[in-house]
């Protein structure tokens, strides 16, 4: 499983997880929405995604906002679960209304 660092963290989030960024040996990403009906259903479509890729993000929701951390936790590193799980939650970002 290959790790990721600050220096090379953009490179592998590409173009299409451009909102996270480095902090402390995570990936981090603050999103918000027109309300809290909407984020926590954003919410929950994130957690059928990371069941399915079996990697599960830290976060917190306030009212409209959530904040998501990633790095896996078994390997004390940002991997490539963190940054697949990175692009599939700002794909869905993107895409929701």
């Not at 309300?35 to 995604?49: E, G, L, P, Q, R």
């Amino acid at each position: 499983m290959k790790h990721y660092t600050a220096a090379n963290i953009a490179e592998a989030l590409g173009t299409h997880a451009v909102d996270w960024q480095w902090d402390a040996g995570c990936i981090k990403t603050e999103l918000e929405f027109k309300d809290f009906k909407t984020a926590f259903a954003f919410m929950s479509k994130v957690a059928d995604m990371a069941e399915k890729l079996g990697h599960h993000p830290d976060w917190e929701n306030s009212y409209n906002r959530i904040g998501i951390s990633l790095r896996t936790h078994d390997q004390n590193a940002v991997t490539t679960l963190d940054v697949a799980l990175a692009k599939h939650i700002s794909m869905l970002y993107s895409s929701h209304p």
